[in-house]
């Protein structure tokens, strides 16, 4: 597994950690996901699925605040598993089609060009990756 994969692992980890501490109705949930977000995905190349599953994560980001402060700061724990499901689709894309950027290259963590997955015949047995 290249160290990109592992970052965004870790970032989309994260990611779902925070969507589910975030104190319910702070509107600064939204801002803190996307630079958390965007602190990993800038080391890949720009691909049309993975701009629309980031525009569905920061849409749902702003629905959970909306909603959690029109409720009076009560979690929305169906907004908060759309958000989650959010996540995990961008995580998707990325995995099927993200590749390495020069940035990513540059400093030493992915080949440019390289995909974020590595092709199964690639990854051990059992690490978890499928």
């Known amino acids: 597994m290249t160290q990109l994969r592992k970052d965004i692992r870790g970032t989309f980890s ?4 925070r ?17 958390w977000l965007d602190g990993a995905t800038r ?8 701009t ?6 920061h ?3 702003d629905a959970v605040v909306e909603i959690e402060t029109n409720t009076g700061g009560i979690v929305n724990r169906v907004a908060r598993r759309h958000l989650l499901a959010a996540l995990a689709e961008m ?5 099927a ?23 199964a015949a690639a ?5 978890g990756e499928s």
């Open 97 to 119: 089609h993200g590749r390495a950027n020069a940035d990513a290259d540059r400093v030493g963590i992915a080949t440019e060009g390289s995909p974020v997955r590595e092709p």
């Open 19 to 35: 969507v589910i501490a975030h104190p319910p109705g702070d509107a600064g949930l939204a801002v803190a996901l996307m630079r």
């Open 91 to 95: 995580e998707a894309a990325i995995d």
């Open 123 to 127: 990854r051990p047995a059992g690490s």
């Open 43 to 50: 080391f890949i190349a720009p691909h049309p699925a993975v």
């Open 59 to 61: 849409e749902r980001a």
């Open 52 to 57: 629309a599953a980031r525009r569905g994560v």
């Open 14 to 17: 994260g990611a779902q950690e």
